[in-house]
C-alpha cells in the first residue's frame, strides 16, 4: 500500500511543524503514525504502529516510552492513545 492508500480517508489527523509532519491514521484496532521528517528534502520517514486495545499497564509503559524515548509531545501522545493531555500529564507525573 501506498501512503495515500493508507491516508485517503477521513480517519486521518495531520500535524505540520516546522520540519516534520505527522500523519496519524486510526481504526478499530490499530493507530498507525507516520512521521516525515525534512531539512533539504525528505530526511527520515517513520512508522509505527499501536494497539487500541492495550491493558492499562500497557497503556501507562506505552505513554513512558512516547514522551521519554520517542520524545513526543503529551498532546501527541493523547492523541495516539485517546486520552487528553492533561490526562497524560498525570501518569507522567505518577509514574
Known sequence: ???????SDD???IYKKKNYVKLIREDEDIILTVDLKKRNGLE???SRKYNKNLTKEETR???KELYY???????EI???VGLTQPQISVILKKY
Request: without cysteine; glycine residues 0%; negative net charge.
Open 11 to 13: 480517519n486521518v489527523e
Open 1 to 7: 500500500m501506498t501512503l495515500d492508500e493508507i491516508f
Open 69 to 75: 524515548e520517542e520524545k513526543l509531545t503529551q498532546a
Open 78 to 80: 493523547a492523541d495516539i
Open 61 to 63: 509503559d506505552l505513554i
Open 44 to 46: 527520515s520517514v517513520t
